[in-house]
């Protein structure tokens, strides 16, 4: 298939697009959600209540703005943004949905999880609803042509996911997480995945696939350094056997010391993200960019 030449941007706010643009969309794209969700034949059943249940418990839709940012730097129409927006969410939450069962967790945004509010069966099936709604969203896309290539993108990320959640389960009592870059591979694939979708997706639907690989290494650096940010806030939660980066490091260096270093690595990946990002045409990456600085100059103390 052809790849299209980028399209020369010159109106800031394409690039740039003010907050009252972003969230207005978002806005729409969760009223296109629950309209996916609540159809004629779903509107009553357990599992479509839990679901708008889940979605009305907040978030701040950081894939949805990533998805809708980089679809106006590619002048996508706005229908299409909003359906990749929504495609990217729908993935994103089953994998918050079916995570909080595996993780016993039963609070999310201050709320219960729809597996302490409507129980794990209820859940698991809702889950399950967000999984096939991501790819019956992403069905309405306008240009048919452009869907296999879509399809094919969202199922990898999905997989990639799965497989990252599977190795970062708690390891068992003498089987200690000490290889770095094994940490390193389940941060890309557990997180990464889902951050680098809606960049791949946008490109994609524009037909510039050429730029694929230069979003998908942008938002792998994001995620493991994110991970690591994450890691250091929750270490005293996470256990000694956890996947957790301090955890890691602890196999060589004593406590402070390798709290201190998983801190300084944190703050590279950052830094290679928002280097990485910046590099995108058309400001693509503005958003992730302004996402990895802002978090690099507000990390954990230690």
């Not at 010159?10 to 806005?27: F, H, K, T």
């Not at 909080?100 to 729809?114: A, I, K, N, W």
């Not at 056997?241 to 490091?249: E, I, K």
């Amino acid at each position: 298939m052809a790849t299209k030449s980028i399209v020369n941007i010159s109106s800031p706010s394409r690039l740039a697009p003010i907050q009252s643009e972003l969230d207005e969309l978002v806005g729409e794209v969760e009223s296109f959600m629950k309209q996916q969700l609540l159809t004629e034949v779903n509107l009553e059943s357990a599992a479509a209540v839990a679901a708008v249940y889940h979605l009305e418990s907040g978030g701040r839709r950081i894939r949805a703005r990533l998805a809708l940012q980089a679809s106006l730097a590619l002048e996508l129409n706005r229908s299409d943004a909003i359906i990749l927006a929504a495609t990217v969410e729908f993935l994103h939450n089953a994998s918050l949905i079916h995570d909080d069962l595996q993780d016993d967790e039963v609070m999310r945004h201050g709320m219960p999880t729809v597996g302490a509010a409507f129980g794990t069966n209820i859940a698991i099936c809702v889950g399950d609803l967000f999984l096939s709604a991501t790819y019956g969203t992403l069905g309405a896309y306008s240009n048919s042509s452009r869907l296999p290539q879509l399809i094919a993108s969202v199922h990898a990320a999905t997989s990639a996911a799965i497989r990252g959640q599977c190795a970062g389960f708690p390891h068992d009592e003498g089987d200690s997480p000490n290889n770095l870059n094994f940490y390193r591979q389940v941060a890309i694939e557990k997180s990464g995945a889902l951050l680098s979708l809606p960049l791949k997706l946008a490109f994609l639907a524009a037909g510039c696939e050429q730029y694929v690989q230069q979003a998908d290494e942008a938002a792998k650096e994001f995620a493991v350094g994110y991970q690591i940010m994450d890691d250091l806030q929750d270490f005293e939660k996470d256990g000694p056997m956890a996947m957790n980066v301090v955890v890691v490091l602890q196999a060589n260096w004593h406590i402070e010391t390798a709290m201190e270093l998983a801190r300084q690595m944190g703050l590279d990946h950052l830094q290679n993200a928002a280097d990485l990002a910046e590099k995108l045409p058309n400001g693509v990456g503005y958003l992730l960019r302004n996402l990895a600085i802002s978090l690099r100059q507000d990390p954990p103390t230690t």
